[in-house]
């Protein structure tokens, strides 16, 4: 064989291989805006009107849904794991510590499914419906709105022991924040950025008790004098108070502004605004509204898209409290 013909051959066969090789390797499924753009052309425009009606009927159900997504996103990734219900085989995580009596808003998801199942059957996953209601909740309470990138799978499991490891409480420290965050791919600032969510929504007594009574430096005495009225020392663990003392209804920077004034509900909230790493942070989400607006869509973003499902992974459940 001539050296020409040698090379040649040599080339075709490392080219052959090559393909091979790279037609083995399974073929990783992207995110996309128009995922449903063909399949279930009206999916995005079904949710956001049912997702804007759960939200006039109770402006706290905003907060409710943006912390679902959360609580998903954090626990094996956004599966909608969050949504499914104890079986024989499936742990749920809704009774998981910080899910128990306190996350809400799943008939609101189940109720937007219903709406897509009846138009695109089998089409779109619990999984996207519960991201975009998220950026759709926060759109209705005057929050900003962003992109979502669509085609994520659901789960066909729950993890309770994750969601009881991983998920954040309102006793972090900054520190354990911030190591909560990271373990999940998202830096302090967006770290900061996401817990702006807590300008909606309320909290249970038990939740901050031990700082409305603490007579520590870090709260203002007349807010825990507030708050006491409606959080005895004893008893009333469910009381609600909100943790935006201002606007609880709607999406701003005042809880920032309330941290910087001591008056931070929960203890996980104050810590980010007490001498530590993240106060000029917060000090520049005070002065622009607008910076905190972009940085949340943008956290919500990266977080919406932590280790979903793709491709041939996971299924489409039908209902999204159960597998199929």
């Not at 912390?67 to 085989?89: E, K, N, P, Y």
């Not at 022991?161 to 998202?186: C, M, R, V, Y």
């Not at 709260?219 to 009333?236: H, K, L, V, Y």
């Not at 605004?273 to 990266?302: C, H, L």
Request: charged fraction near 20%.
């Amino acid at each position: 064989m001539s050296p020409t013909k040698f090379f040649t051959s040599l080339f075709t066969l490392t080219t052959i291989s090559l393909v091979l090789m790279l037609s083995s390797k399974p073929c990783l499924a992207q995110l996309s805006p128009s995922f449903y753009n063909s399949t279930c052309p009206n999916a995005l425009s079904t949710i956001r009107t049912s997702i804007r009606q759960a939200v006039s009927r109770e402006r706290r159900m905003a907060a409710s849904l943006i912390r679902l997504h959360f609580h998903d996103c954090f626990v094996q990734g956004c599966d909608a794991s969050i949504l499914l219900d104890d079986t024989s085989t499936i742990q749920s995580e809704k009774s998981a510590g910080p899910n128990a009596n306190s996350a809400r808003g799943f008939e609101v998801i189940e109720a937007a499914k219903r709406e897509v199942e009846r138009i695109c059957p089998g089409v779109v996953s619990c999984a996207d419906i519960l991201t975009l209601a998220a950026r759709d909740a926060s759109v209705a309470v005057g929050g900003p709105s962003w992109t979502v990138r669509l085609g994520r799978r659901d789960s066909t499991t729950a993890n309770r022991a994750q969601a009881n490891s991983d998920l954040p409480g309102p006793f972090s420290t900054l520190d354990g924040l911030i190591s909560s965050f990271t373990n999940k791919g998202l830096i302090a600032r967006e770290m900061v950025a996401l817990s702006g969510a807590h300008t909606l929504g309320q909290a249970q007594c038990f939740l901050f008790r031990a700082r409305i009574y603490s007579n520590g430096t870090d709260i203002d005495p007349g807010f825990a004098s507030t708050r006491r009225r409606q959080c005895p020392q004893t008893g009333g663990d469910s009381n609600l108070a909100p943790l935006d003392l201002v606007t609880p209804n709607s999406f701003d920077n005042n809880y920032f502004k309330n941290l910087q004034q001591r008056k931070g509900l929960l203890q996980s909230d104050q810590v980010l605004f007490s001498g530590g790493s993240t106060d000029s942070i917060v000090s520049e989400y005070i002065r622009s509204p607008q910076t905190f607006a972009r940085d949340f869509a943008n956290a919500m973003i990266k977080m919406g898209e932590i280790q979903p499902l793709t491709g041939q992974s996971g299924i489409i459940r039908r209902v999204c409290n159960a597998i199929n």
